[in-house]
């Protein structure tokens, strides 16, 4: 038997090898080509094969070597505004029986994570998914009001998608369909400051929490969450909404050496 090593490509062309099938928390994990070669080179004796785990593979780093950090970056679950297709922004919508249920699919999905940190939204919403995914584990959440979602203003509240007319008549429209062409609404934020909340989490937190810690949770919303990743792998606007994550979807990311890469992504079909 052989150790499976796996190249993960970020959306942006960056490839890092990984250990293990279907991105395993407990075998996977991304490291360096030096690495890799040492780790192959200790399978092959008198050809004896051996699978080795992620904490062996972590167990015969190379001195001065350090293992990336894994960032999991997910969404909250269905509210009823969700449902009800309503702009909901930062008003503080609680989870609706459907989105406790994906919470707990997430915290199955999640469960062999070992999270040493927790970052969150304030709002009700991701607070209650991330502490659905958390369980019993013994980690402090910790809120960030730079994890809010996109303010929309005076649009929150407002159905969106329900008729023709939303299209020719709503300045919402523009906000996914066409982000470039998007004025805020009264009250509202424009991309740039969105952008400009993501990237001070960025620099502020996650990479300077990604140097002691070794898997981090961080739970927000839609909006923010494709800002943060728009940030990680300088995604142009016109492309902000190809990282969308549905209610409780999830991204994991690995920092290496202070650079972001992509590992998983859950499929964005159906949103």
């Not at 407002?158 to 023709?164: G, I, M, N, V």
Request: net charge negative; charged share 20%; hydrophobic share 40%.
């Amino acid at each position: 038997m052989v150790v499976e090593a796996v190249f993960s490509y970020s959306r942006h062309g960056s490839a890092m090898p990984t250990y293990g099938a279907d991105h395993n928390p407990k075998l996977a994990g991304s490291i360096s080509l030096a690495l890799f070669v040492e780790v192959a080179s200790h399978m092959v004796e008198g050809l004896h094969m051996h699978i080795f785990s992620y904490n062996e593979i972590k167990g015969i780093q190379s001195v001065g070597a350090k293992m990336p950090c894994r960032i999991v970056l997910i969404r909250h679950g269905l509210t009823y505004w969700n449902a009800k297709k309503k702009m909901q922004g930062q008003v503080n919508i609680p989870l609706n029986e459907t989105g406790v249920r994906q919470a707990h699919a997430l915290a199955d999905q999640l469960a062999d994570y070992h999270f040493d940190a927790c970052f969150s939204s304030p709002l009700d919403r991701a607070i209650k998914t991330a502490r659905i995914v958390l369980a019993n584990r013994d980690v402090p959440i910790v809120k960030d009001e730079r994890l809010l979602e996109h303010g929309y203003g005076i649009r929150e509240g407002t159905h969106y998608r329900h008729t023709p007319w939303f299209v020719l008549f709503n300045g919402m429209h523009d906000y996914e369909a066409h982000p470039k062409r998007y004025q805020a609404p009264m009250g509202g934020e424009s991309f740039d400051a969105v952008y400009a909340r993501a990237q001070a989490f960025v620099d502020e937190v996650l990479l300077p929490e990604s140097s002691c810690h070794e898997c981090i949770l961080v739970a927000a919303h839609s909006g923010i969450n494709c800002a943060i990743m728009g940030r990680m792998f300088n995604i142009p606007l016109d492309r902000f909404w190809s990282v969308r994550q549905t209610n409780c979807g999830y991204t994991v990311v690995d920092v290496v050496e202070g650079h972001f890469v992509e590992v998983y992504h859950t499929p964005i079909e159906g949103i």
